[in-house]
């Protein structure tokens, strides 16, 4: 008896290739799905995946194919007659991945590469959710190393979520992409993109010189002279009408962006350089040349600071949960008390504080969107036990920030000397942006224990944003959720940028 004739009487008793009753052996759908689709057991159409010396042969099962693609129920009925359907823009481990998930909701992804090729798959066979679940992995751990295949499937694809997503990463590091290697390299569409931001936090000469790099290197690539047309000529009128060159000083533009009798230095010309150079001396007094911008706005956000006031004392931290008085403060004279009407933390108990800790957590809400940048926190008043005369102590800092869904989107650790007795900004890894009315929180870790003296207030008005704050710390020892540790404030001042 033939291999296939013994395979069909198998399959008609029920049996798998191996002449076992596989259904018996599986206990849940998903497990009988995993056979079939490890098996190949009842297959009823083939692929041939891949090019070139890249092609693997496989069987599927027409019904879950039609069930889970739209795209694929129009393949199959078209190459109905034609046997073997032959997919060669899919490498064969990427179609096996997306067969997973078809066959089991199973999707396993390792690196941003993968997630990259597995989304293109998934937006031409119209499988909307693994096109979800591949783009929140590519943004997911996002950083300058991990940007680019994503930039590179965003110039393909210019999908809406990943092209929102790389906008907020480049505007938040801009000076980080534009110096990096590979920003030579990415597509014009990338660069269109970049030079369309109305926020970037670097300076726009920077802008300009990364812009007029990359034009050199598309020159070279092609084997062209890297002089001041052909420059122009690969940055196209498109993306020369979105440089803001008149959003740089004069000394600047002169040095570094203007007509150059050496060929290869520069994108303008002599008569463009002069309308720019007269704007920038007197504004409006010259007419811009056409294809020239007339935006003068420099892209950087100012930077303000928004700086929370101090509550009067309140009567809620003089009692212990027992009732007893707090101990005398370490040390309790006149210079002490006119200090304390500054200083929120002290090192050790006293009659206005009672509980110490290392843990504080701010949670903001604004009703405008902002950049924020960093934050302020108090130094301990003074020193100590073994060194109480010592101007500085060491100190750690974990500052991480978490958005709406409570999910960590930056991590910033500070450790060195600080002074006793000030405050410190500390500033974050990465800039955030603080969407209108959604909730973000702070959390501060240290590595001294702070006693917080002072209460800070709930709602800080700078036009045009209003800030509403929640403060709390986690003692240890007590419960945390005591309306005893709300509203006690370790974070005293916001660096920020309005946004938007």
Not at 12 to 27: D, I, L
Not at 281 to 305: E, F, H, Q
Not at 357 to 369: A, C, E, T, W
Request: aromatic letters at 8%.
């Amino acid at each position: 008896m033939s291999e296939d004739v013994q395979c069909a009487n198998d399959m008609e008793r029920g049996e798998g290739s191996g002449g076992t009753k596989w259904q018996q052996k599986n206990n849940d759908v998903k497990e009988r799905l995993s056979h079939l689709r490890t098996s190949g057991d009842f297959s009823d159409c083939v692929f041939i995946v891949g090019s070139g010396e890249t092609v693997e042969t496989v069987r599927a099962h027409e019904l879950i194919m039609r069930m889970s693609s739209p795209t694929f129920e129009e393949l199959l009925i078209t190459n109905k007659s034609d046997g073997a359907v032959h997919i060669t823009d899919i490498e064969p481990r990427i179609f096996n991945m997306m067969l997973d998930y078809m066959y089991l909701d199973h999707i396993k992804l390792k690196c941003t590469e993968d997630a990259s090729a597995l989304y293109k798959a998934a937006v031409k066979y119209n499988l909307p959710y693994l096109c979800e679940v591949s783009a929140k992995y590519m943004v997911r751990d996002m950083n300058v190393d991990t940007l680019w295949p994503i930039l590179q499937l965003l110039s393909q694809v210019q999908e809406p979520i990943l092209k929102e997503e790389c906008g907020k990463f480049v505007s938040k590091n801009p000076s980080l992409v534009l110096k990096h290697a590979n920003f030579p390299n990415v597509d014009w569409n990338i660069v269109n993109m970049i030079v369309e931001l109305d926020w970037l936090d670097v300076p726009e000469i920077e802008i300009l010189r990364a812009v007029e790099k990359w034009a050199e290197h598309q020159c070279l690539k092609v084997n062209d002279l890297p002089d001041r047309d052909n420059k122009r000529s690969a940055i196209g009128p498109v993306i020369l009408s979105k440089l803001r060159f008149l959003a740089v000083s004069r000394e600047e533009f002169v040095k570094g962006a203007a007509f150059s009798t050496t060929s290869d230095k520069g994108l303008l010309t002599l008569e463009e350089s002069y309308a720019i150079l007269m704007n920038l001396t007197v504004p409006v007094s010259y007419p811009m040349p056409d294809g020239i911008s007339g935006d003068g706005n420099s892209r950087m956000l100012a930077k303000l600071r928004c700086i929370r006031k101090i509550q009067a004392t309140s009567s809620l931290s003089l009692f212990t949960p027992g009732g007893f008085r707090s101990p005398r403060p370490t040390v309790f004279d006149s210079s002490f008390n006119n200090t304390l009407d500054q200083v929120v933390a002290l090192a050790s108990p006293s009659q206005t504080t009672n509980f110490g800790s290392k843990n504080f957590s701010l949670d903001i809400k604004v009703d405008h969107p902002i950049v924020l940048y960093g934050i302020q926190v108090p130094t301990l008043l003074s020193a100590t036990g073994a060194k109480p005369f010592a101007n500085e102590y060491d100190e750690s800092f974990v500052v991480t920030v978490l958005d709406v869904f409570g999910t960590p989107i930056s991590r910033t650790v500070f450790s060195g000397k600080i002074s006793y007795g000030s405050v410190i900004d500390i500033s974050l890894k990465e800039s955030i942006i603080l969407q209108k009315n959604a909730s973000y929180k702070v959390q501060v870790y240290t590595s001294n224990v702070y006693f917080l003296s002072k209460k800070l207030h709930s709602k800080e008005d700078c036009p045009p944003v209003k800030f509403t704050f929640t403060d709390a710390i986690t003692v240890d020892t007590l419960e945390p959720s005591s309306p005893l540790f709300r509203d006690v404030g370790f974070v005293t001042q916001l660096i920020y940028s309005v946004w938007a």
